[in-house]
């Protein structure tokens, strides 16, 4: 009989809880394992010995957790290095924890592999698990992440809105979206358009660099022709020579704990860009708003249906596997688009997925370098579910 232990790392989303819960429920099913320990704040919660009884915990109040936003079980952004790692690996050995369960982002996996490898080469049976999470939906070899979904229906949703918005008191509207090197959030806010002249007008993600005259010459031609313009942008946005937007207008560079610049949690760029739009084209109503943390975690709109059944059935699987397969990363392979949208599962080697990401394939993105293309709305529609209808009546004939 032995122990186990699950944990939750990076940005929350609003279905890592979900992964969660399907970890625990497959835990229950499995003999040889005596206890699941939950690590309150990730590896920062591991090395203090932070835990809590995941067995104990009622199937009711399961269920609650399954549906919250969020970390159940906090977060942390430290990234483990090899001595950090040692002290891990100690504590496992101290409970006899022989399964650890990762649910998070590249980093993660990596924290996993690490772990893994050590204990290979100190004789340490472990059998070590990553649970792919991130909004940016940048991990390799899964086709997608879970929590993906569901923010971009948050971001879907909430440009739907900002669009009627600037219909009704029309001028420019810029929102910055997350997405550091991968605009596949961004993305989803070309998922709002119903309607010919909807917004967005103009999309702009870190895989196409953008001039400043070029921006400002694409939203003064859309501005001509709607007499209003609405812009979805990266925050990891960046001009030719690639150093991101944000980055250039900081005075003092702030940076997280995987030394990059901080990029969310600050209206920098959007003031910038609304500024630069008013001053130079002269355009009077200009307003900009930065989604930053809000598209994680909001409690209040449905989430992704598909996102919340895979998120948990990745939680399980990792279970499951780890019964027969010393380590791994769970990945999802599509089987259909739209109407036929599918998936099912597989395992990869850690190291596949560990401190890797990937970017919007080029055939997502327009050749103009500012909107999606069709085939990036059947990537995402089916992830991000169905959409509400809007109607406008200001198009409608005048008596």
């Known amino acids: 009989m032995t122990n186990a232990i699950v944990s939750q790392s990076g940005g929350p989303t609003g279905v890592i809880n979900a992964s ?57 952004r430290d990234k483990p290095d090899a001595a950090y790692c040692e002290k891990i690996l100690a504590v496992f050995k101290k409970h006899d924890i022989r399964y650890f369960y990762y649910i998070g982002g590249n980093d993660s996996a990596n924290t996993c592999h690490i772990i893994n490898e050590m204990a290979q080469q100190s004789g340490y049976e472990l059998a070590a698990f990553h649970i792919p999470k991130t909004v940016d939906n940048d991990l390799l070899v899964t086709d997608h992440c879970p929590g993906f979904g569901t923010a971009g229906r948050f971001v879907a949703c909430a440009l739907m809105g900002d669009d009627l918005d600037n219909r009704a008191l029309p001028g420019v509207k810029i929102d910055i979206i997350m997405g550091r090197h991968a605009g596949f959030l961004t993305g989803t806010a070309a998922l709002a358009k119903q309607r010919e ?38 925050e990891g946005i960046c001009d030719e020579d690639h150093v991101t937007w944000a ?37 009077k109503r200009v307003r900009a708003d930065t989604f930053g943390y809000l598209q994680r975690s909001f409690a209040g709109l449905q989430r992704s249906t598909v996102d919340v059944l895979e998120a948990r059935q990745c939680g ?45 394939p080029d055939e997502y993105i327009n050749a103009e370098g500012n909107g999606m293309t069709r085939a990036f709305i059947d990537y995402a529609l089916p992830l991000v579910g169905e959409l509400p209808k809007t109607e406008y009546l200001g198009t409608y004939p005048k008596i």
């Open 316 to 360: 399980r699987l990792a279970v499951e596997w780890s019964m027969s397969e010393a380590s791994g990363s769970v990945a999802i392979r599509r089987l259909g688009d739209g109407a036929d949208y599918g998936a099912d599962y597989f395992r990869t080697e850690l190291k596949n997925v560990a401190e890797k990401t990937k970017s919007v």
């Open 197 to 234: 002249d909807d917004g967005p007008h103009l999309v702009y993600v870190p895989e196409r660099p953008v001039t400043m005259e070029r921006f400002l010459a694409q939203v003064e031609a859309a501005y001509k022709q709607h007499g209003r313009c609405v812009v979805a942008a990266s």
């Open 20 to 76: 969660l819960v399907g970890v625990i429920e497959q835990v229950h099913k499995q003999e040889q394992i005596t206890n699941l320990y939950g690590a309150v704040h990730a590896v920062a919660g591991i090395v203090k010995e932070a835990f809590i009884d995941l067995k104990k915990i009622p199937s009711a109040t399961l269920e609650l957790v399954a549906a919250s936003p969020s970390s159940a079980l906090g977060s942390s």
């Open 247 to 283: 980055e250039k207008l900081a005075d003092a560079v702030e940076r997280d704990s995987h030394d990059n610049v901080q990029l969310s949690g600050t209206g920098a760029l959007a003031d910038f860009l609304a500024a630069q739009v008013k001053t130079k084209l002269g355009i």
